[in-house]
């Protein structure tokens, strides 16, 4: 069974828009971390954020914002007000006890100016 | 700092040949992975080492091995390139295996 799940494939707004990237994840762990990387057009693999199972809280940094609901399975990003350089490939993450971290298949975000 | 480094960046290899990548990390973490990454499948792991002297297999290990040389340096080894090696690869690492993972610039690598 897919552990990491990102449904959407590919997302294109026109700046400024909002849009949220989606993850649900499946694990029997009580004990897990779930990530979001950001891969741009250049290739890297850039880290953005990492939130423990015991931290439901809800958090924002700049334009950026997770939504973690261990009902529903979901780990969500939100970029408030694209720009042209959030263009790049999301994954969403998660790593169990048994130390390996799972990458969803990623999500394509398009903002055209 | 230079973070994580592979060498090299870009490789072209004819089926059979064989060839090492090289990683190396100078942030003092503990674990470091291999992945590759094909389009459509995101990143899967190949091959991890939890800390200096171990290494375990990940999700797609046939056709390579690994060793953790210190705990700096994990290279990836191809022993007999095949056409379906053709992929990205990444080494990455971590303070310790539940922390955030560090990437590097990736090698782009095409078997003919």
């Known amino acids: 069974a897919q552990k990491v799940t990102q449904a959407q494939t590919e997302i294109s707004v026109v700046e400024k828009e909002d849009v949220t990237l989606d993850c649900v994840y499946e694990t029997r762990d009580t004990t897990y971390y779930l990530f979001w990387y950001k891969q741009p057009p250049s290739g890297e693999l850039v880290f953005l954020i990492r939130r423990n199972s015991f931290d439901e809280q809800n958090e924002i940094s700049g334009r950026y914002s997770w939504n973690f609901q261990k009902s529903t399975s979901s780990f969500n990003f939100t970029i408030t007000a694209s720009q042209v350089v959030d263009s790049a490939v999301y994954f969403c993450a998660l790593n169990e006890r048994r130390s390996k971290l799972t990458f969803g298949k990623g999500i394509t975000l398009s903002v055209r100016p | ?112």
């Open chain 2, 1 to 112: 700092n230079a973070g994580v480094t592979q060498t090299p960046k870009f490789q072209v290899l004819k089926t059979g040949q064989s060839m090492t990548l090289q990683c190396a990390q100078d942030m003092n973490h503990n674990s470091m992975y291999w992945y590759r990454q094909d389009p459509g499948m995101g990143l899967r792991l190949i091959y991890y080492s939890a800390s200096e002297g171990t290494t375990d297999k990940g999700e797609v290990p046939n056709g390579y091995n690994v060793s953790r040389l210190n705990k700096r340096e994990f290279s990836l080894r191809l022993e007999s390139a095949a056409p379906s090696q053709t992929s990205v690869y990444f080494c990455a690492s971590s303070e310790v295996s539940a922390n955030e993972q560090f990437f590097g610039p990736g090698t782009r690598l095409t078997v003919l």
